[in-house]
């Protein structure tokens, strides 16, 4: 059998956590098995579908880098399928039509409440004849679901679940409009799909039992379910907004890098004995369903950034580059040429060890694009005293000297001027970092020499020097 499986995200909203963590299951199950994934855009609420949520979970499966195969299906265009298959429900005597009244659903639930029965459809149109029904009326088409016996379901996480029918009542599959419900059109969309494995959260395991009954009175074999338990908060609460970020976007803005996001998710509740860093392709070969665990995951951002920082130190200075543009575009900020991309190119080596993202890399790199004379911090300005401007005059004549302008030949030019002076290294590099950043914080003095070049690093000593000194 050749797996096949499914992402079906609803465009309602954007791709946030919870949802890349399913889509990376179905594509991890799909891949170590050399199977398929396939990607259904489950659109039947069309007031609240919008191609703005259509393209970001596009964009943020491209961007985690997980491919589907063949074309995205759009779930809204099979409603004439879907339709198709009701009538033939209906032609069978396993579905019928109902006339209830809006007013009767609410009496009846209203009902329901009050003797403290759940709220469930009594099913008194099940065997009643059309022809009573009011003139003009319009019905909705309800599943006729057995009502003795239970339902059961092998689930590969779960275990195996099972529920009494009679808890089950008569769901809609066509409503009054004619429009397919969302209950017809997965069962209908997975089955002519080939879906083998329905991997999802756990809060589908209830719509399971219903589109299972449905499957069966079609004739169909359901898919194998694996439903994986929901993402919570740090706090152990359902995972929401009053945590940070749960948009896969706002991730992708601030600066992760998509193979640390992988990882983080993939760590979401399953497991490889200890194993932490995890890289595609080892999560390629161990990827198996009987390793999700049931209990919810945590969902702790400082984890995240920690494990980004870990991929960020482990990627060439390149490829954080290449990522710096789009989160700069998602920012709205500078545009960087050529000459900014090969002076932050210098000092990615030192900026990238103290950053947890590309945007902080960006927000610590700002000296490097500073326009002269520099804004100084007041702590800054505080480290240029008189006895400072002495040593940095004398220093900027030995650099001025200096025939090698690289990190490795300034630090050993620093270090016998130290020698020189009297003076310990962080005596003379506190004042020469004011002096190059307007700050107190800059990646490794040498990598910020190195980075600014020759020509700019003097000419800001020079501007230090000629601002005057604090008393």
Request: charged share 25%; hydrophobic share 40%.
């Amino acid at each position: 059998m050749t797996v096949i499986t499914r992402f079906a995200p609803s465009p309602t909203g954007f791709l946030h956590i919870g949802g890349a963590r399913t889509a990376l299951f179905n594509w991890l199950y799909a891949r170590h098995h050399g199977g398929t994934l396939r990607l259904r855009i489950e659109d039947t609420d069309r007031a609240r579908s919008t191609e703005e949520a259509v393209q970001a979970i596009l964009d943020g499966l491209t961007w985690l880098g997980l491919e589907w195969d063949d074309a995205p299906v759009r779930q809204y265009t099979r409603a004439e399928r879907h339709t198709e298959i009701v009538r033939a429900l209906l032609a069978e005597g396993k579905a019928y039509q109902c006339y209830c009244t809006p007013e009767e659903l609410t009496a009846m639930r209203e009902a329901a409440r009050a003797a403290g029965k759940p709220t469930r459809y009594d099913g008194r149109w099940r065997d009643r004849d059309p022809s009573e029904a009011p003139p003009g009326a319009k019905p909705v088409i309800r599943f006729k679901a057995p009502q003795a016996g239970e339902t059961t379901i092998d689930d590969r996480v779960q275990g195996a679940v099972r529920t009494a029918n009679e808890q089950l009542d008569d769901m809609v599959l066509l409503r009054a409009d004619g429009s397919p419900t969302y209950m017809l059109a997965v069962v209908v969309d997975d089955h002519d799909m080939g879906i083998t494995h329905a991997i999802r959260g756990d809060d589908h395991l209830t719509n399971a039992f219903r589109q299972v009954q449905l499957f069966r009175a079609c004739g169909w074999t359901p898919p194998v379910y694996a439903h994986i338990p929901l993402i919570h908060g740090a706090d152990g609460a359902k995972l929401s907004k009053r945590h940070g970020a749960v948009a896969l976007g706002a991730y992708r803005a601030m600066g992760v890098l998509p193979e640390a996001m992988r990882n983080y998710l993939l760590r979401l509740g399953w497991s490889h004995g200890d194993d932490e860093i995890i890289s595609t392709a080892q999560a390629i070969e161990w990827f198996e369903l009987d390793t999700i665990g049931r209990a919810p995951a945590r969902f702790d951002p400082e984890k995240l950034l920690s494990l980004n920082s870990h991929y960020m130190r482990e990627a060439t200075d390149e490829r954080l580059l290449e990522g710096i543009a789009p989160v700069l575009a998602e920012q709205g900020g500078r545009h960087l040429d050529e000459a900014d991309l090969a002076r932050l190119g210098r000092a990615m080596p030192g900026l990238k060890l103290r950053a947890k993202t590309l945007l902080e890399i960006i927000e610590n790199a700002e000296f490097l694009f500073q326009t002269r004379p520099l804004v100084m911090s007041d702590k800054a300005a505080r480290l240029l005293t008189p006895e400072a401007h002495e040593m940095l005059a004398r220093l900027r004549a030995e650099l001025d000297a200096l025939e090698d302008w690289k990190a490795s030949s300034l630090e050993d030019a620093i270090r016998r001027f130290s020698e020189q002076v009297g003076l310990k290294l962080g005596k003379i590099a506190q004042p020469l970092r004011a002096a190059l950043t307007g700050s107190t914080v800059s990646p490794g003095i040498f990598d910020v020499l190195d980075a600014l070049g020759r020509t700019e690093c003097l000419a800001r000593i020079d501007d230090a020097l000629n601002v005057g000194t604090t008393e």
